[in-house]
């Protein structure tokens, strides 16, 4: 198995971002997302993005030198404007200014518009959470998803995020596309020329389809749980989309397919509570919650009970101390970066 070195990985990825105009401070917080998104496993999210993102930065699409701001605020809110930066220097900064108003009123929210792609919505919470909030964080996105009977798509993926902390240091952390499946796993089957599971996507018709090709373009996502999951991504929309200012759903850019010179708009809102400061000894509570449900009796064979970020901690675990198995379309995404930049691809990646 050809295994690709962490430390190797990320000071590749600083330099490419460095070599697009992108400071120092930026570009470690870019690859701090990205980088820990795919030590979690979560390969659709993580560093295969940074190609995309290296072509909007040389584009002008994102501003390399861009920062965050904010431009009004309350007690207990604040409205920042991305500046087309990198959103994941935006989401850091708004998830951190949410929290910072929390430590005073327990509750705050940052709301966010003129940005882009995010990445994993469940870092930002995770985040959160190691500091000792509850953390929720959603964002909308180009419209992909649609409904049995539509004939096109309504909304983005629009995914939703949510953490806690616990005594145990083993936050919760639940992050899921409100679609059915995140766009990133119909891209990666159409890739390898696979049909997609029944119930995935509809044409424009609004018919039954399996060629994950006709995505996004001729076919939609369907979302997850019929009617309740629609109802979740209008929620989600609502939140980052109307109520941030941004751009709302066929108004959204492609950070992908968009001509690199236009910036796509995109809204994120965030959400932190801080825990302690409305019930004391939350933390030793939440981590009796997991230890419980950690232990409950599964059936002959199965595996024993999780709680979100299980799985994701264990993975991390292992990829620090025995390096990164990416995809093969992760590996290829970071050696066109390399070609498009000049750069040397990272050993496993050739």
């Known amino acids: 198995m ?11 990825c600083l330099a490419a971002l460095e070599k697009c105009g992108v400071g120092k401070d ?29 072509k909007r930065l040389r584009g002008g699409g994102l501003n390399p030198q861009g920062k965050p701001k904010v431009v009004a605020e309350g007690l207990s809110w604040a409205r920042v404007d991305g500046g087309s930066s990198l959103a994941m220097v935006t989401g850091l900064f708004a998830m951190e200014k949410a929290m910072e108003k929390a430590r005073q009123t327990g509750v705050a929210v940052a709301t966010v518009f003129n940005s ?3 990445g994993a919505a469940g870092y930002y919470t995770h985040w959160a959470a190691r500091h000792g909030f509850l953390g929720m964080a959603v964002a909308n996105d180009v419209p992909s998803v649609g409904m049995p009977g539509a004939c096109g798509p309504l909304l983005g993926t629009n995914p939703f995020a949510f953490s806690a902390p616990a005594a145990d240091g083993k936050p919760m952390n639940l992050d899921f596309a409100t679609s059915v499946v995140a766009g990133g796993k ?8 696979k049909p997609t599971p029944e119930g995935w996507l509809v044409d424009l018709q609004g018919q ?26 209008l929620l989600v929309e609502t939140l980052s989309g109307v109520l941030t200012g941004a751009r709302m759903r066929e108004k959204v850019g492609s950070w992908m397919k968009d ?16 825990a302690e400061t409305i019930c004391p ?6 981590a009796e919650l997991s230890a419980g449900l950690r232990s409950f009796p599964v059936a002959s064979g199965a595996s024993p009970m999780l709680i979100p970020g299980d799985l994701e901690r264990a993975n991390e675990t292992r990829a620090r101390a025995e390096g990164l198995d990416l995809p093969l379309d992760v590996k290829e995404s970071l050696a066109g970066l390399a070609e498009d930049l000049g750069l040397k691809a990272p050993r496993g990646c050739l």
């Open 2 to 12: 050809n295994r690709v070195q962490v430390d190797e990985l990320e000071g590749f």
């Open 26 to 54: 930026d570009a470690a917080k870019t690859v701090q997302v990205l980088l820990t998104t795919d030590l979690w496993g979560v390969h659709t999210h993580g560093i295969k993005a940074l190609r995309g993102y290296a």
């Open 116 to 118: 882009c792609h995010f």
């Open 186 to 193: 119909v891209y990666r089957l159409s890739r390898e020329g």
């Open 208 to 233: 039954p389809t399996r060629d994950p090709s006709l995505y996004p373009d001729r076919a939609s996502i369907l979302p997850m749980a019929g009617h309740k999951g629609y109802g979740l991504c």
């Open 259 to 274: 001509p690199p010179e236009q910036p796509t708009g995109h809204g994120h809102f965030f959400l932190a509570i801080h």
């Open 281 to 286: 000894d939350f933390g030793k509570r939440a």
